[in-house]
């Protein structure tokens, strides 16, 4: 079909376009405001690298970029922009110091009633994730996270005091961040003290569990305490490819995609699903489920979301397994695809294809809430002397993604809204620096720690601006 065929960009009148970031990353003051310590504080470099004993200086998170102090200035931001939906997360340890109290500090819960009215002032929806990869450190020491079943009361102990806190700010929340990312990241996803090494795959998948019950739980309670709430889980998703038609990479292709899959057929369906089972029978696994599990998790979500950034090929051939850099999932490059400066592969049509592979799934509504570019940016001065970034490279990455969405869109599939990841730049989840910037606002921090915490519109702020305006309308082919 030519260019003059094709019909227009269709998104539906209450799309809601935004962005997204997460506490951890965002909004420092780690130890004010009676914040107990989580994770976060004590891993410096990443998903990947060390923990350590207490906070040290050379943790980017425990300033992040300030949020906690510079909520108003970003909002408005976000307002000019014009973003009708901000994803953020509440941080445990604001809430919960050390996670296992019997009341939240006040002074947390005030924190975040401060911030989603700054969103409601300009008709912003805060959509909320409960748990965005932190855990209250105390929890993780002294419990191990979510091994130990304790972890699903001390959750439901959190989520119930800030859904009666926000039920009249909040309408849309996410239970786990990317749940799916446990199995390879059990500290960040899982508060799991113990070291991956030592971590069996019984205590991984009894982790699982575990979440699940908390998950199905939170739906439980939202829909009781909130009635007129959203509330969805959230995966991290990785389409994948057979490196060759070989049906021996094929099955290969069905087996990963069944270990991610597995995280939304829990969530959607309420039952572990046949596949599974086969795996924990052949793994020696056996889930430990108590009175009431079965009947809880029959509590399903109301919308699935999900962050994309790449797709990844799977084979069967022992000498072809090479590892993608920066892949959390693992998975083999696709040759036909480039990379970004961290090595993740850019495949917009990945998008269109997870789209239509989640509603063919579940048929409910889809929820794009993590999707852009880590780059090194360079801030410049223009000749009437405003700062900004040339980022073409993230306009372009950004656009030819928002094309699949519309061409999902036209497949037929139920999408309720898009926010990209780091819509003003973040400290990195995966390697915790800050040069690995996401936003369509330029955070004038650096990795020695340096600069002024100010903040700059790149060029891609005006063209979402646009997109947003026309409601997708000025996207190009």
């Given amino acids: 079909m030519s260019q003059s065929q094709h019909p227009s960009f269709n998104f539906p009148e209450n ?4 962005g997204a970031i997460a506490a951890n990353q965002a ?14 504080d004590v891993a410096p470099k990443g998903i990947m690298g060390p923990i350590t004993e207490e906070p040290t200086e050379d943790n980017m998170k425990l300033i992040g970029i300030d949020l906690y102090h510079r909520y108003k200035e970003d909002v408005k931001l976000f307002a000019e922009m014009g ?10 340890s604001r809430i919960f110091p050390k996670g296992d109290e019997l009341e939240p500090n006040e002074e947390g819960l005030q924190f975040y009633d401060d911030l989603f009215d700054e969103c409601l002032k300009y008709g912003i929806e805060p959509l909320v994730t409960l748990s965005h990869y932190e855990t209250p450190l105390y929890l993780s020491k002294e419990y191990d996270g979510w091994v130990n079943r304790k972890m699903i009361g001390f959750y439901e102990r959190y989520v119930t005091a800030v859904f009666k806190r926000y039920q009249n700010k909040v309408k849309y929340w996410l239970t786990f961040n990317e749940i799916n990312s446990i199995l390879e990241a059990p500290f960040m996803s899982g508060g799991i003290y113990t070291p991956k090494e030592k971590l069996s795959k019984q205590d991984l998948y009894q982790a699982i569990h575990h979440e699940f019950v908390a998950s199905a739980s939170a739906v439980k309670l939202c829909h009781e305490i909130i ?12 389409p994948t490819y057979p490196l060759t038609p070989n049906p021996d990479d094929m099955i290969k292709v069905m087996e990963f995609e069944h270990s991610n899959y597995f995280f939304g057929d829990v969530h959607v369906r309420g039952h572990y699903p046949g596949y599974m089972k086969r795996y924990f029978r052949e793994n020696g696994i056996q889930i430990q489920m108590e009175d009431g599990d079965e009947d ?17 090929c799977q084979t069967a051939d022992p000498d072809k397994q090479v590892a993608g850099e920066g892949n959390l999932l693992g998975g083999i490059p696709n040759p036909y695809l480039p990379a970004s400066e961290w090595g993740w592969q850019i495949d917009p049509q990945g998008l269109r294809y997870v789209l239509n592979m989640f509603y063919d799934r579940y048929q409910k509504p889809l929820f794009i809430v993590e999707n852009g570019l880590g780059a090194v940016d360079e801030l410049i001065t223009r000749p009437d002397g405003e700062k900004t970034v040339e980022d073409e490279y993230r306009i372009q990455y950004l656009n030819d993604h928002l094309v699949q969405v519309a061409e999902a869109i036209e497949d037929g599939v139920e999408i309720m809204g898009y926010t990209s990841w780091g819509c003003i730049d973040v400290v990195s989840a995966s390697s915790a620096q800050l040069k690995k910037r996401y936003g369509y606002i330029y955070v004038d921090r650096h990795d020695d720690g340096s600069g002024t915490l100010e903040r700059y519109r790149k060029k891609s702020f005006h063209w979402y601006k646009e997109v947003i305006g026309s409601n997708g309308k000025s996207l190009k082919r």
């Fill in 15 to 18: 799309f809601l376009w935004g």
């Fill in 27 to 40: 909004e420092g003051a780690y130890n004010l405001g009676g914040k107990g310590l989580s994770t976060q």
């Fill in 83 to 92: 973003f009708k939906v901000f994803r953020t997360s509440i941080a445990w």
């Fill in 227 to 238: 009635p007129n709430a959203q509330i969805g889980c959230m995966m991290l998703s990785m």
């Fill in 296 to 312: 809880m998790l029959l509590h399903t979500v109301d919308f699935i979301s999900f962050s994309y950034y790449m797709s990844i």
